[in-house]
């Protein structure tokens, strides 16, 4: 998965799940990792930060809804 890929999920995760959707990724890589799928749940870990970043207020702070 490219970056580009990992940053629409992010939106699209954000777009359906609201404010669950940290929650969502979360879940989704401890699901992979109990499956054994280190590479699937190293995807979720980036698409979990693009989120969390995407929900900034300002790129880079540690405040609130970007």
């Given at each position: 998965?490219n970056?580009?890929?990992l940053w629409?999920?992010?939106k699209l995760?954000?777009a359906?799940k609201g404010?669950?959707?940290p929650a969502v990724a979360q879940?989704?890589?401890?699901?992979?990792r109990?499956?054994?799928?280190?590479a699937?749940?190293?995807?979720?870990?980036?698409?979990?930060a693009?989120?969390?970043?995407?929900?900034?207020?300002t790129?880079?702070?540690?405040?609130g809804?970007?």
């Open positions: 998965m970056e580009l890929d629409r999920a992010a995760l954000i359906t404010a669950e959707a879940e989704r890589v401890r699901a992979l109990r499956a054994g799928d280190e699937g749940a190293r995807a979720w870990v980036a698409i979990a693009a989120i969390s970043e995407l929900r900034r207020v790129p880079g702070s540690k405040d809804i970007h």
